[in-house]
């Protein structure tokens, strides 16, 4: 990990360079100036050598004691580890601690003689050919204040002893340096490493939090800036994930609305493929949720309506209504279509929703409300046709005989009584599908209820000579209900066997009962019903012969009171038939438990 961490090499190396940099130059700086403080300070020494051998010399000079002059500058020499040299305003060598005077070269060109005739000292640094070696010079005028022609002394040191000196300074100093550069370093590199490890934990939980680990959190003590990004990089990680819940929480509700509206929703984006389809919408149009992602939703459903309704709405960003009917095996589906623009929060176009809501029922309902109107128009418009035609005929044959004019008022009568019977008949089933109808609901034993509407029809069982059958299995079977409609449910089920069983034929009226219901069978032997007629029998107005209903005083409203009856007292109504054998219709309703008394 160490040494994978690309950011702390890169913050060491630039450390490194800088910090390298930094003490060579300081070093540099400090070796220069030590170097020209050492020469100052030979300077000053040998300046002060000069100005004594000077005093020294001019004493000796005095007394013009050459040999003297020898034997002291040899002394001196020896004892201060330095050349000493005496030369004439000439240049003539008079005496020198190294060497014979007489031997040696006129020093008139010495620079530093040259200095010290112009300036009264001289310095300068060469090679000496009588030594072999370099040395530094300084001359100086014995007798500087006077306007005589003085001689020189000079004073020499060899440049090696000074250059070594000055070497071992300068590596004291680079290895002063060198020290400071390494415990530099060592720091540098120590801090680096605590910066570069706070910064890697602020990486990692940016990376941990890039994955969704949003519990994660950085535990830091330093208030510095570092410390300032964690506590940021903290409240990030915090604030983030209480977003994150929130939107989940939000999206799992929407999604929980979305799958569980009866409405169905389909969302297609700009290439009008669809993206979501809740299971409404799949099973409207019988589709799967998971094959039909990201298809074509023109390939997916074969409608026109949608197809227009869509393209209508992308291009005119006006929401658009539109109606279509699916055929599915038997049955038909009629669905209102609602399709809306979706867009961004910049306000562009992203797709559109598609909503679906399934009218089939309520279109169904108007069918019948159509049906129903005409049915009662038509059925209400025969008798009072009759009944019109026969009082104008009447009223017009004003000698009509009595014979015919009883004949025609027991018409008008007829008429008159199947017109009542008819509106009596739409006045109950129109309260008891408004629910406007009292629920005077109490205990009823269905086995007396159904013994005395036998009773009420027997009179007319015994005209048209019908065995009537009863079978009860017990005396007291109970329901919760309203008497005077339960009593017109079974009147209308032994009415209707009645009028539709042929002369001599057979009626059987079963009572029994189970652990949960009561039921009530009316079996006869008619002329049966075929299998479609079955299925719509208890419409309103619905007649297997119409002919023969009417013949019969049928109102075709009998079996549609016994359904909503039923359905009032949450049962049930159903019919067996067998064409040319007979029907048998049976009641069920909640059994309500009394103890015998």
């Not at 910090?19 to 020209?36: F, H, P, W």
């Not at 909503?355 to 418009?381: C, G, Q, T, W, Y």
């Not at 652990?515 to 107005?541: C, K, M, N």
């Not at 067996?576 to 909640?590: A, I, Q, Y």
Request: proline share 2%; net charge neutral.
């Amino acid at each position: 990990m160490l040494f994978r961490s690309q950011f702390l090499w890169r913050l060491y190396t630039a450390y490194v360079a800088i910090t390298i940099v930094s003490t060579a130059l300081m070093g540099a700086l400090i070796i220069r100036q030590v170097t020209e403080s050492s020469m100052r300070d030979i300077d000053q020494s040998l300046a002060v050598r000069t100005e004594f051998l000077a005093q020294v010399t001019a004493k000796i000079l005095e007394n013009d004691s050459k040999e003297q002059l020898q034997q002291t500058l040899e002394h001196l020499g020896r004892k201060t580890q330095s050349r000493l040299t005496v030369v004439s305003f000439d240049g003539l060598v008079i005496a020198d601690s190294r060497g014979q005077a007489s031997l040696m070269d006129n020093h008139g060109d010495r620079p530093e003689i040259i200095d010290a005739k112009r300036n009264g000292f001289g310095v300068s640094s060469r090679f000496s050919n009588t030594l072999e070696q370099n040395m530094i010079y300084r001359a100086q005028q014995i007798t500087p204040n006077t306007n005589t022609n003085s001689d020189f002394v000079r004073v020499s040191l060899p440049l090696s002893a000074i250059d070594e000196k000055l070497s071992q300074l300068r590596a004291i100093i680079a290895i002063s340096v060198i020290i400071v550069t390494l415990a530099a370093l060592i720091l540098g590199f120590y801090f680096a490493k605590r910066v570069s490890d706070r910064i890697s934990k602020l990486s990692s939980l940016a990376e941990v939090i890039s994955q969704g680990e949003y519990e994660k959190r950085i535990q830091t003590t330093q208030q510095d800036e570092l410390g300032k990004l964690a506590e940021a990089f903290n409240r990030m990680a915090r604030n983030t994930s209480d977003r994150i819940a929130k939107v989940s929480t939000e999206h799992k509700r929407l999604t929980t609305i979305f799958r569980g509206m009866v409405e169905g929703v389909i969302d297609v984006d700009q290439e009008q493929k669809i993206v979501h389809i809740n299971h409404a919408a799949a099973k409207l149009l019988k589709l799967s949720t998971e094959t039909c992602i990201n298809k074509p939703i023109g390939e997916q459903i074969r409608s026109r309506e949608i197809k227009q309704a869509l393209e209508q709405a992308i291009s005119t960003q006006v929401p658009v209504k539109a109606q279509m009917r699916l055929k599915q095996g038997s049955e038909a589906l009629v669905l209102d279509v609602y399709v809306a623009v979706l867009y961004n929060d910049k306000n562009d176009s992203i797709g559109a929703v598609i909503v679906l809501h399934d009218v089939s029922e309520l279109d169904h309902l108007e069918h019948i409300r159509r049906d129903f109107v005409a049915n009662a128009s038509h059925e209400l418009k025969t008798p009072i046709t009759a009944i019109r035609g026969l009082t104008e005929t009447m009223l017009d044959d004003k000698q009509m005989d009595s014979e015919t004019r009883d004949n025609f008022l027991s018409k008008i009568q007829a008429q008159n009584l199947r017109l009542s019977a008819l509106v009596s008949d739409l006045m109950t089933i129109s309260r008891l599908e408004s629910d406007e109808s009292p629920q005077n609901f109490q205990s009823i034993n269905i086995a007396e209820a159904t013994l005395r509407s036998i009773s009420t029809n027997a009179s007319t069982c015994q005209e048209k000579q019908l065995d009537v059958a009863v079978d009860i299995q017990d005396q007291y079977i109970f329901i919760n209900g309203d008497i005077q409609t339960i009593n017109q449910l079974i009147d209308n089920l032994i009415v209707n066997a009645v009028k539709y069983t042929a002369s001599g034929g057979q009626i059987t009226v079963k009572v029994c009962r189970t652990e949960t219901e009561a039921i009530l069978s009316v079996t006869d032997t008619g002329v049966g019903i075929t299998p479609y007629h079955q299925l719509r029998i208890f419409e309103r107005f619905y007649r297997v012969d119409k002919g023969r209903s009417r013949e019969l005083g049928g109102t075709g409203l009998g079996l549609s009171i016994v359904k909503n009856i039923a359905d009032r007292h949450r049962g049930a109504v159903g019919v067996e038939s067998t064409v040319g054998k007979g029907s048998t219709f049976t009641f069920r309703l909640p059994l309500l438990i009394i103890d015998k008394i």
